[in-house]
């Protein structure tokens, strides 16, 4: 019964129509005088096939009722198709298509969102192998009561590979925290490379600072962080010579004698998780920290290029935007 309700409540109007020109053609017959027989007659006939019409009518609504309730108690999914009710209308049919395109984008978007959570736990993967060299390091260092600069070198290790989580976490989230702003190119190198002072008297290595006259517009925060992860990687991989830096034509270049890229590596070093010959080898790369610099560097506006030759050292440049491009 509550269901036969709810059909006439969604009809009503055609049932009221029925009446109004009931009571017309009645109205019409007592102003001219008529012999009301014909007019009981079609009463009867039309009211026949009104009660004809609304069994069938209410049979197929309830069909199509059921499947929809069917169709709630599953929920919507990329087969939801399958379950709904043939279309009686052209709106109905129009509804239709746009629900089904809405579930096949929603359903396109939650794959898209499986897929990003598992690369996400295949980078944390990667991280955590890179990460466990330097634990494992400063154990050992502790177990041989090794000097104190030794352990802090380790424990700067972790921190940096701390930071480079939290970045490559921002990233991900898409957060817009860039703040653009007019930089002098000389005290953000300078900072940068006070930073690994450490590393370049460990392994002996030679530092040239070169013209670094010039400002840039960028975000100095995430400038600073490709700065790092690019200074970073000629330290590990340049075992003695000279690391150089200059600054020319709005492009920041930084030059080493290292061991050099293979050229079958060199275009893919920018590639998620990729860590080439040089990093199988040694076992101390993640292949993120390249991979987020392009990946800020795109976002800042920045273009990151790389030349090598194998045994001659790497010279990898930043291109920053002028502020034309910016605005």
Known sequence: MKQFKLFLRGRWQLYIFSLVLALVTLFTFYLHDLDLAPFWDSVLFCGTLL?????????????????????????????????LPVADTTNEALLQKILMLEVTRLAEMEVSQQQQ???????????????KTPVAALDLLIQTVAPAQAMKTEVFKINDYLQLLLNYLRTNLDQQDFVFQTVAVEP????????????????????????????????????????????????????????????????????????????????????????????????RASGLGLYLSKTIAKKIGCQITIESKVNHGTTVTVSFPTTAKLS
């Open 51 to 83: 009660f004809l019409y609304t069994c069938l009518a209410f049979y197929r609504w309830l069909q199509k009722y059921q499947r929809l309730q069917l169709l709630q108690k599953r929920g919507l999914q990329t087969n939801a198709k399958d379950f």
């Open 117 to 131: 959570k598992q690369e996400l736990l295949e980078d944390f993967g990667l991280w955590l192998h890179q990460i």
């Open 188 to 283: 953000l190198v300078k900072q940068t490379v006070k930073k690994y002072a450490t590393f370049f008297s460990q392994k002996n290595l030679t530092l040239q600072l070169k013209s670094l006259t010039g400002s840039v517009t960028t975000d100095p925060k995430w400038a600073q962080f490709i700065l790092e992860q690019i200074l970073f990687n000629a330290i590990k991989y340049t075992k003695d010579g000279t690391i150089t830096l200059w600054f020319s034509e709005n492009q920041l270049h930084i030059a080493d004698t290292g061991i050099g890229i293979l050229p079958e590596d060199l275009p893919r070093v920018f590639e998620k998780g990729y860590t080439g010959f040089n990093g199988r080898t040694q076992q």
